[in-house]
């Protein structure tokens, strides 16, 4: 692999590896097919057996081998984030850190640090839809010189709950409901309601939830978050406050509730293509890491908690500064070993960067370890390739199940004074470059009794979330108040609705009020707080329509171009190369796959088939059609569907005057977004927020 960063580290799990797979590489024509054991195999087809048509034989191994492999193919799947895909790529420094961070990782600018980023959704089961209304993971594993680094985040900046000792409550209150096993991935449901109505601290995040934050286009039009305060540390001790940013090169972008669903039945898959696809492509997508350092001083001046999970700093209070960027520019050779048995965990840290008190990452500092035990049944999981550091390992620590290590020697123990312990006895402590845990500050709240308490400066739940529901465009702003009609419509029970709507009017008696409007119920009084609500400046930052970071570009978007017999080859030609030249992707969309005959008589391929290319899985399209074939497609539900949803999910819709009546009949009217082909790539880089109130009812 050409540039490839892995190559400047000695490995050790990595290693192992390769040597196996050294050991069983065979050229083509001598690649036989053995047992594990290394014995050729003769017949692949059939089992031993007594005569033609007599019993199976006990002795057959070669039967008994594979089908017991196969047997025991699956591990647990992650109790959550089951659902997942990912990549490999490399973290590139801007400019050294060195002022505030001693993490080698963060020294010399230019200099290209592996990864490993897996996305995931939360919810659902690993063989659930890539696209339901659900928080995304964004999981990086960066390979250091010093160690592994993992920043375990999402796709929002806060989080559900304070106190890890929510989180298997919060975790079971939106996975299935516990005696039916339903609903899959979805939290439109009683009990995740009911729990998220009794827990006010949750009020910031639903904000999100509701949002078109959790309806990502793609994977690779989100942001990322840490979430939680860390710490940098430099070389002096001195420690600075530090959240953590990941945002996207290709922009935000977000996909309409209805438009997220039909994606769910015509492309179960669609994010992990989308991801796997781009990569292919050579069209690697991009984040930059950023970071909003600060001092405590700065962290006392504020009116919340930077320890608390569920506040962020707006960004126009501290602006991020971006540090470096990765990219992602190789899919996994094999999913199940990289992307299914990778294993994160926010204790993974290096030196020069460190944890704060936020009780929500504490808890969680615990819970990955323990997790991993369950999945890959091994306290020797970090020696699997994807785990394995790229740097040396070297400790006393012996056996256990599936060590892949053979240490040499007698010492297994520290101190020792063993020569055949290696070099000088073996590895030793290093007190001056070892990590060490940052001491914090002597402050009174930050010891003394043991309690099991919150502290005061946690109280407040709503103020943030009002923050987040007054800095949306309009637009959003609908879409939030329209997911909670939706939500809450799927709740049976009425008193749940109704302290939920209680929670909303403190965040904003305008959005409660179309809540309940839009749920044909009475608006009830507000709910007790636990602190006074206070009015924050809008934060534009938080918008993606109209915000700052908005996809507004055709660049790596995938475009569906619909034709049929006798369309306009040059319309064809030219929709297509203006599409590319933007560097965007054009797939033709016809009613066969083989071949269309365009109106020179030429035959053009099809991308895709019309009944099974719906436009939801495009970002614009584009209908170019004779007469003859507008008429034959007007026939054709899935030709009018195709139109019909394109417009109805606000996209640009490109189209050749004989294909006209097919618009009519789908419902289409005239606006900025319905174009003729040759404006068609420069009006397919939006969406038209402005159609939405014609095409939908919204509260
Ligand atoms: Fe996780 N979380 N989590 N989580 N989490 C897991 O670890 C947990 C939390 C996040 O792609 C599990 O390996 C607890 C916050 C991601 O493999 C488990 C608490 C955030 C991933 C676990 C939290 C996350 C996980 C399940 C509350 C955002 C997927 C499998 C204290 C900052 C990583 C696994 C991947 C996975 C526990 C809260 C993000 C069970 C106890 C907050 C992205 O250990």
Not at 35 to 48: A, E, K, P, W
Not at 171 to 176: L, N, S, T
Request: hydrophobic residues 40%; glycine residues 8%; contains cysteine.
């Amino acid at each position: 692999m050409p540039n490839d960063p892995f190559d400047t580290f000695t490995g050790t799990g990595g290693e192992t590896h390769q040597q196996v797979s050294k050991q069983s590489d065979h050229t083509e024509a001598e690649a036989h097919l053995t047992t594990n054991q290394g014995v050729r195999i003769s017949d692949n087809q059939n089992q031993l057996k007594a005569g033609a048509r007599g019993p199976v034989l006990l002795e057959d191994f070669v039967l008994r081998e594979k089908i017991f492999h196969f047997d025991h193919e699956r591990i647990p799947e992650r109790i959550v984030h089951a659902r997942g895909s990912a990549a490999h790529g490399y973290f590139e420094l801007y400019e050294s850190l060195s002022d505030i961070s001693k993490a080698d990782i963060f020294q010399r600018a230019g200099e290209k640090t592996p990864l490993f980023t897996r996305f995931s959704t939360v919810a659902g089961g690993a063989g659930s839809v890539d696209t339901p209304r659900d928080v995304r993971g964004f999981a990086v594993k960066f390979y250091t010189k010093e160690g592994n680094w993992d920043l375990v985040g999402n796709n929002i900046p806060v989080f559900f709950i304070q106190d890890a000792i929510k989180f298997p409550d919060l975790i079971h209150a939106a996975k299935m409901e516990a005696d039916r096993g339903y609903p899959q991935a979805a939290t439109a449901h009683d009990t995740f309601w009911d729990f998220i109505s009794l827990m006010p601290e949750s009020t910031h995040m639903i904000m999100w939830a509701m949002s078109d934050r959790t309806l990502p286009r793609t994977l690779r039009t989100m942001e990322g978050f840490g979430i939680h305060t860390f710490r940098l540390v430099n070389g002096q001790g001195k420690s600075t406050f530090v959240k953590f940013h990941w945002k996207p090169k290709q922009g935000l972008a977000s996909t309409i509730w209805d438009e997220t669903v039909k994606i769910a039945g015509a492309d179960p898959d669609f994010q992990r293509r989308d991801l796997y696809e781009a990569i292919e492509r050579g069209d690697f997508p991009e984040w930059e890491l950023g970071i909003q350092a600060f001092d405590d001083t700065f962290a006392d001046s504020l009116p919340f908690d930077v320890l608390d999970p569920t506040k962020i700093i707006p960004e126009e209070m501290l602006p991020v500064r971006m540090i470096g960027r990765m990219v992602l520019d190789r899919n996994p050779d094999n999913f199940f070993a990289e992307t299914e048995q990778v294993a994160y965990c926010p204790a993974n840290i290096v030196p020069g960067i460190d944890f704060s008190n936020d009780p929500l990452l504490q808890g969680r500092l615990f819970s990955y370890l323990d997790t991993q035990l369950k999945r890959l049944g091994s306290t020797n999981f970090h020696q699997i390739p994807i785990n394995a550091p790229k740097c040396p390992v070297m400790n006393f620590q012996r056996d256990g199940h599936m060590q892949m290590l053979q240490p040499k020697g007698r010492a297994n123990y520290e101190p020792n004074s063993l020569s055949d312990a290696g070099e000088e006895g073996g590895p030793r402590e290093c007190p001056m470059t070892g990590f060490s845990t940052s001491p914090g500050r002597a402050a009174e709240d930050e010891q003394g009794d043991k309690l099991r308490i919150r502290p005061d400066s946690f109280a407040d739940h709503y103020s943030q979330a009002r923050l987040f529901f007054r800095s949306l465009d309009p637009a959003e702003q609908a879409h939030v108040a329209s997911a909670l009609v939706f939500e809450l419509s799927k709740v049976a029970l009425d008193h749940i609705r109704k302290r939920m709507l209680s929670n909303l009017v403190n965040v904003d008696p305008d959005l409660a009020k179309r809540v309940a409007d839009g749920l044909a119920m009475d608006l009830p009084k507000a709910s007790k707080t636990a602190a006074d609500v206070q009015e924050m400046e809008p934060s534009p930052a938080l918008r993606i329509i109209g915000g700052p970071r908005e996809r507004t570009t055709v660049e790596g978007g995938k475009f569906g171009v619909l034709i049929a017999d006798g369309s306009d080859a040059n319309e064809v030609d030219a929709v297509i190369s203006a599409i590319e030249s933007a560097g965007g992707s054009a797939l033709v969309i016809a009613p066969k796959i083989g071949s269309v005959t365009l109106s020179n008589g030429k035959q053009l391929k099809a991308d895709g088939q019309l009944a099974g290319s719906p436009s939801v899985l495009f970002d614009a399209v584009a209908v170019l059609l004779s007469d003859e074939g507008c008429q034959m497609l007007m026939k054709e539900a899935a030709a009018v569907q195709f139109v019909m949803d394109a417009f109805g999910h606000l996209k640009a819709i490109g189209y050749s005057e004989a294909a006209k009546p097919l618009l009519d009949k789908a419902g289409v009217e005239p606006d900025e977004g319905i174009v003729s082909p040759s404006k068609f790539a420069e009006a397919a880089a939006q969406r038209y927020w402005a159609r939405e109130p014609k095409v939908r009812m919204l509260p």
